[in-house]
């Protein structure tokens, strides 16, 4: 089968489309034929070495994919021909989804819905999960509040603005350009703001008459969370989901004191470990959601899997919006 490997960290150029001999699966892995896979900010990271999650090399990059089970081990939920997506873990050659085939343990695997089509299957699950955990579980969003969600057109921006509509919230949201705020516009966000032109902390004060948005998603950090603590509401949530400006900032005790706000963080990867059993309900929410219209994963492009190093630093470069799909 053919994966893209990385034998050496750095930028996606390093990335080596190669024949890897599959073998047979390790005892207890799903065996899943890729039909596609999603790419992640933080795979540009785990390539680069820069991620809290460093996989021995050699290894495949990849975590989010969707696909027909070839074969699952006896007794498990799974049978051959399944429609699945599955969150893999990357590490060796057959564990990751920049490939045609992977290997999932079955507690990450979930049935499709037959209305859900691959490439919806594999970029649903980690932006949505992550946004629904930041809002309701982190930040307790309440119907009615005013919610700032920074690069709202990104992959979790874009499921935080729809998921924050779904909430019955206000939705401001910020992006990078003109084109990127009426993405977000599309999305359903009330207001946007290109951050790049605008100070969005006069302009979120100016919206609510002073008070400051309720609850800042921010996966960007840096000014960004910097500006953000300047239109905090009083008893309002700042969500940390990531660093994408490159610079992780520092919170002022003394400044979350006076006015009465707090910073909490957002690790969604450890709910799978530290809190298990909170998952299936946020995932039959979401489903719910997903059948009802109100939620879809935002696709801009589809790119097939031979040009995986390109879409990958398409993403990287802060140039693409929603997610990018690798198609298989
Ligand atoms: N905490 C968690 O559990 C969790 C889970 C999933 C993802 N994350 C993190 O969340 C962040 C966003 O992930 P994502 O998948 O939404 O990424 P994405 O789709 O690539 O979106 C990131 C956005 O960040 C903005 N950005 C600002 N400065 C940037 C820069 N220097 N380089 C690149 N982008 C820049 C860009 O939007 P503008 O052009 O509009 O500024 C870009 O569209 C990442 O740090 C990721 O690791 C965290």
Redesign the pocket.
Same mark, same amino acid.
């Given at each position: 089968m053919k994966a893209w490997v990385v034998r050496h960290l750095g930028g996606p150029e390093t990335l080596r489309f190669e024949d890897v001999e599959a073998g047979a699966p390790a005892d207890g892995m799903v065996r899943i034929a890729i039909r596609a896979s999603a790419i992640?900010?933080?795979d540009a990271?785990m390539v680069a070495g820069q991620y809290q999650v460093k996989p021995e090399l050699p290894f495949v990059p990849g975590v989010e994919i969707s696909g027909v089970v070839e074969s699952a081990p006896a007794g498990s939920a799974f049978k051959k021909g399944d429609r699945v997506t599955a969150l893999v873990d990357s590490g060796g050659l057959t564990r990751g989804g920049y490939a045609e085939i992977t290997d999932a343990t079955p507690a990450t695997v979930q049935r499709l819905p037959d209305a859900m089509p691959f490439d919806d299957g594999a970029g649903f699950t =980690?932006?949505f999960q992550?946004a629904w955990f930041g809002l309701h579980r982190r930040a307790n969003l309440r119907p009615g509040e005013t919610l700032l969600v920074h690069?709202g057109?990104?992959?979790?921006?874009s499921a935080a603005i729809q998921l924050g509509k779904a909430a019955g919230a206000t939705v401001i949201a910020t992006?990078?350009?003109d084109e990127?705020t009426a993405v977000c516009l599309k999305l359903g966000a009330d207001h946007a703001i290109n951050y790049k032109t605008q100070d969005f902390a006069e302009e979120v004060k100016g919206m609510t008459g002073g008070r400051g948005a309720d609850v800042i998603f921010d996966?960007?950090g840096g000014d960004v969370y910097d500006r953000s603590t300047k239109c905090i509401a009083f008893e309002g949530r700042i969500v940390i989901?990531?660093?994408?400006?490159?610079r992780i900032p520092q919170a002022a005790a003394n400044h979350v004191l006076v006015k009465n706000y707090s910073v909490v963080g =957002?690790?969604?990867?450890l709910y799978s470990r530290r809190a298990p059993e909170l998952l299936p309900a946020a995932n039959a929410a979401l489903m719910d959601l997903y059948a009802s219209g109100k939620i879809k994963p935002l696709i801009s492009a589809r790119v097939p899997l031979v040009e995986a190093p390109k879409a990958l630093a398409m993403?990287?470069?802060?140039k693409?919006?929603g997610k990018v799909i690798l198609t298989v």
């Open positions: 992640n900010y933080f990271l =980690l932006i992550t690069a057109a990104g992959g979790v921006g992006a990078g350009s990127k996966p960007v989901v990531g660093f994408t400006s490159g =957002l690790h969604w990867g993403v990287a470069g802060g693409s919006t």
